[in-house]
């Protein structure tokens, strides 16, 4: 009896510990969060304050700055149309390549191999080649750009992700579909994508996210006209290493917004698509 009581009093005492444990993480990395949220609403003079003020007047004024020294709207807007713009060509493409690579074997495993390999190539090693293509295609800094650009690194990735979904589903669906006269296309779209409809939206969400935050790509292949969310940032450093910390935690914080919304909208299918593999 008494071990009994001992044992239970010691898993009481571990879990007690790991919840420690995870609130403790849960501060460490929703801290600089909190940070910048607070700073987005802080005067300056609550900004640079020693020791660090919690309690302030919020104000909008760094809102108004950063939306008026940069036209920041716009810059989100193009944020917007490469970052779906891009999700849809993913989608569209690498659904079709997953299909014919887990139904008809097309390339066999060493297709696979080098469509994942291409994933693995660092952004500034593609660089140049992409952009001596699109100067002479003349879309540097055009709103296809980036969906074109981005295809590079979210293929890769929509292909083999896709492919373990649709390997999932039963063929024998299919072949039922094709015998009543489906056609390829009809059976993609209406049989094979709603039935691995979590893994397509939790991908959707991958890319998504990947192309609103991407940097490099953005900062060489636009100027003006494509120019997103993120590049906007680095206007709010000036040459003399000046930062406006209070317009630069407006700006990320409306950077960051959109991503967060999504990935809590759609939660549950993300839920369902990651774990599919596991549960499975």
């Known amino acids: 009896m008494a071990a009994a009581s001992g044992r239970l009093s010691a898993q009481a005492v571990g879990a007690k510990v790991r919840y420690a444990a995870v609130i403790l993480l849960l501060l460490v990395y929703l801290f600089p969060i909190y940070w910048i949220v607070t700073m987005a609403f802080k005067l300056p003079k609550d900004t640079?304050?020693?020791p660090p003020v919690f309690v302030f007047q919020p104000t909008l004024?760094?809102?108004?700055?950063?939306?008026?020294?940069?036209?920041?709207?716009r810059l989100t807007l193009n944020s917007t149309i490469a970052a779906l713009g891009n999700t849809f060509l993913s989608i569209a493409v690498g659904s079709l390549a997953a299909w014919g690579i887990s139904r008809h074997r097309i390339g066999g495993r060493w297709l696979l191999l080098g469509v994942l390999s291409v994933r693995m190539i660092p952004a500034m090693t593609?660089?140049?080649?992409?952009?001596?293509?699109?100067?002479?295609?003349?879309?540097?800094?055009?709103?296809?750009?980036?969906?074109?650009?981005?295809?590079?690194?979210?293929?890769?990735?929509?292909?083999?992700?896709?492919?373990?979904?649709?390997?999932?589903?039963?063929?024998d669906i299919e072949e039922s579909a094709i015998?009543?006269?489906?056609?390829?296309?009809?059976?993609?779209c209406k049989i094979v994508l709603p039935l691995a409809l979590p893994g397509l939206v939790a991908t959707?969400?991958?890319?998504?996210?990947?192309?609103?935050?991407?940097?490099?790509?953005?900062?060489?292949?636009?100027?003006?006209?494509?120019?997103?969310?993120?590049?906007?940032?680095t206007t709010f450093i000036s040459q003399e290493a000046e930062i406006n910390w209070g317009a630069l935690s407006a700006a990320a914080l409306v950077?960051?917004?959109?991503?967060?919304?999504?990935?809590?909208?759609?939660?549950?299918?993300l839920l369902r698509g990651l774990t599919a593999g596991a549960l499975k």
Do not use: H
Not at 259 to 269: D, E, K, Q
């Open 61 to 73: 004024e760094n809102f108004a700055t950063a939306f008026g020294k940069s036209n920041f709207l």
């Open 126 to 171: 593609i660089i140049i080649p992409l952009f001596l293509l699109f100067v002479q295609f003349r879309l540097v800094d055009s709103y296809l750009t980036l969906p074109l650009a981005y295809l590079a690194m979210n293929l890769p990735f929509v292909i083999w992700t896709m492919k373990a979904f649709i390997d999932d589903i039963p063929y």
């Open 204 to 233: 959707s969400i991958f890319c998504f996210i990947f192309a609103w935050n991407e940097l490099i790509l953005a900062t060489i292949l636009t100027r003006l006209t494509a120019r997103t969310a993120v590049v906007g940032l």
């Open 48 to 50: 640079f304050a020693y």
């Open 255 to 269: 950077v960051m917004t959109p991503p967060l919304a999504l990935a809590v909208a759609l939660r549950n299918y």
């Open 179 to 188: 015998i009543d006269g489906c056609s390829t296309l009809g059976l993609l």
